[in-house]
């Protein structure tokens, strides 16, 4: 069996060409299951789009509808976060004005923010659950020191939501649980009322 070649390209470049895709074909909670799956690390199979033939450097989609709209929902491969987040690497931008990814150029004027270094957020399996970015006023190199530094932060602060995360979730568990020993107390004295009465 051939395997047929994969590159990256922006999701931006790929266009929904309704012949081949009617929207109403679209199912939303499809994406939505889609998109959460991206979000918790899951690799799914590449797109399968072609040039299109109208518009240069542009795509048509061929298959992957579902996943072209999920990974469009989650912004990966849009703007800086999503670079990051998808290549799981850091990115040192020394002019954000100049950057083509960073997408908030706006805030950057009113902030007076220049230069940049965005990392992912990245636990032990190296599951990426978020973008750490620092900038800084004025033009700036960052050092491998400097780095290394914001590197440490953000794998503690992975940690930190990791933890709160399952704090949460053990908490809405334990919830669920008082609940259901409640409804299974009340069937209890219903059914001893019921017999109760009958006797």
Known sequence: MMTKPTTKIPISSIILDEEIYP???????????????????????????????DKPGKYRL????????????????????????THNQPLIVKDVLKEPRFKE?????????????????????????????????????????EINLVTAV????????????????TKVIREELETRKLVERAKEILIAQTQHARG
């Not at 953000?154 to 704090?167: D, R």
């Open 23 to 53: 929207r109403k074909g679209i199912d939303q909670k499809r994406v939505g299951i889609f998109a959460e799956n991206i979000k918790d690390g899951f690799k799914f199979d590449p797109i399968e789009v072609q040039p299109h033939p």
């Open 62 to 85: 061929l298959d992957g509808v579902h996943r072209w709209c999920a990974f469009k929902a989650v912004g990966m491969e849009e703007g800086v976060v999503g670079f990051v987040a």
């Open 105 to 145: 150029k706006e805030m950057a004027k009113k902030l007076g923010l220049v230069s940049m270094v965005s990392l992912p957020l990245q636990v032990k399996d190296e599951k990426v659950i978020g973008v750490l970015n620092c900038f800084t006023d004025e033009p700036h190199e960052f050092s491998d020191t």
């Open 154 to 169: 953000a794998n503690q602060a992975a940690v930190a939501i990791l933890n709160t995360e399952l704090m949460v979730k």
